[in-house]
Nanobody, 127 residues
Framework: QVHLAESGGGSVEAGGSLRLSCTGS??????MGWFRQAPGKAREEVAA?????????YYADSVKGRFTISKDSTKRTVYLQLNTLQPEDTAVYYC?????????????????????WGQGTQVTVSS
């Protein structure tokens, strides 16, 4: 059974930073993404990374320049560094993973389905 464990959420003031971590029982050659969902809003993919050699990344426009996704293959862990946080970043953040593939799109209209999900971690940003 696939297991994704998230950590690192919390409460910060606007302008602050947090780092989220996601360690998976599966990791190699797949997309791992961070999604978020705020109350009353649709789930949004904020960042994704291919865990294979290319390490290709994707960012939603709303977080470009503020969030950074990275990976540590030795730890089977993907990180999301959240900087310059704003109240509108408040949401539950979920880590997700696709099936393994060597030709895959991690985001957008042709993205592979994210079949595995973590439990989520709350990020709250106060003004």
């Amino acid at each position: 059974q696939v297991h994704l464990a998230e950590s690192g959420g919390g409460s910060v003031e606007a302008g602050g930073s947090l780092r989220l971590s996601c360690t998976g029982s599966v990791y190699s050659s797949r997309c791992m993404g961070w999604f978020r969902q705020a109350p009353g809003k649709a789930r949004e993919e904020v960042a994704a990374i291919y865990t294979g050699a290319s390490g290709m990344t994707y960012y939603a426009d709303s977080v470009k320049g503020r969030f950074t996704i990275s990976k540590d293959s030795t730890k089977r862990t993907v990180y999301l560094q959240l900087n310059t946080l704003q109240p509108e970043d408040t949401a539950v953040y979920y880590c997700a993973a696709t099936d393994q593939s060597y030709t895959i799109v991690c985001a957008g209209d042709n993205a592979a389905p994210y079949n595995y999900w973590g439990q989520g971690t709350q990020v709250t940003v106060s003004s």
